[in-house]
């Protein structure tokens, strides 16, 4: 059971838009850190999309976005593209485990 | 170009122990924390312990404290994981990773190196 919770699985058709949740609770998003997302290919290692709640990286393309309310954030993909096939995970800081801590991943499929 | 290169993992009996190394080039090492990330076959990962830029701070998931040890040379640019008193839930690849921060809290990872390959297993 992770700390951070992601929906296990979404999907979208080319072209449309979809959402990926992270809910925490009072010891990380809520209590304020920040929230990082990453992409993982079938067989690399993962690589950072999002950092800081709402940060592309350079090369990151603007069809990715975050924002984070409360004790939850949020992974926005639009014009949904087949190399975006992949797994998603957000991770953040715990202040009651002194660590970071990752959510279980969601896995996006492309139809 | 930055580069984390991770060795040291195998095949290796329950309760033993394996040190794994990752030599790291293409930045200023001692400008940032780094730590361990492992992913367990079809898991998501999970961090495992970091270090911070002048090793003055440490911290270790529950999952492994007391029995894992972080350290980094930073004259060699490399950063290593004592893991004792292995179990079958110690099995994933380890990732390398260079943290955001000089600190060892509040990170985000990247890059991330290839990983190395630890199975527990009698």
């Known amino acids: 059971q992770s700390v951070l919770t992601q929906p296990p699985s979404v999907s979208g058709a080319p072209g449309q838009r979809v959402t990926i949740s992270c809910t925490g609770s009072?010891?990380?998003?809520?209590?304020?850190?920040?929230v990082h997302w990453y992409q993982q290919l079938p067989g690399t290692a993962p690589k950072v999309l999002i950092y800081?709640?709402?940060n592309r990286p350079s090369g990151v393309s603007d069809r990715f976005s975050g924002s984070r309310s409360g004790t939850s954030a949020s992974l926005a993909i639009t014009g949904l593209q087949a190399e975006d096939e992949a797994d998603y995970y957000c991770?953040?800081?715990?202040?009651?485990?002194?660590?970071?801590?990752f959510g279980g991943g969601t896995k996006l499929t492309v139809l | 170009e930055v580069q984390l290169v991770e060795s040291g993992g195998g095949l290796v009996q329950p309760g033993r122990s394996l040190r794994l190394s990752c030599a790291v080039s293409?930045?200023?090492?001692?400008?940032?924390?780094m730590h361990w990330v492992r992913q367990a076959p079809g898991k998501g990962p999970e961090w495992v312990s970091g270090?911070?830029?002048?090793?003055?701070?440490?911290a270790y998931a529950d999952s492994v404290k007391g029995r894992f040890t972080i350290s980094r040379d930073n004259a060699k640019n490399s950063l290593h994981l004592q893991m004792n008193s292995l179990s079958a839930e110690d099995t994933a690849l380890y990732y390398c990773?260079?943290?955001?921060?000089?600190?060892?809290?509040?990170?985000?990872?990247?890059?991330w190196g290839q990983g190395t390959l630890v199975t527990v297993s009698s």
């Open positions: 990773t260079k943290g955001s921060l000089a600190a060892v809290d509040f990170n985000w990872f990247d890059p």
């Open positions: 293409g930045f200023i090492f001692d400008d940032y924390a």
């Open positions: 270090i911070s830029w002048n090793s003055y701070k440490i």
């Open positions: 009072s010891s990380n998003i809520g209590a304020g850190y920040d």
């Open positions: 800081g709640n709402r």
């Open positions: 991770q953040s800081y715990d202040n009651s485990l002194s660590g970071s801590v």
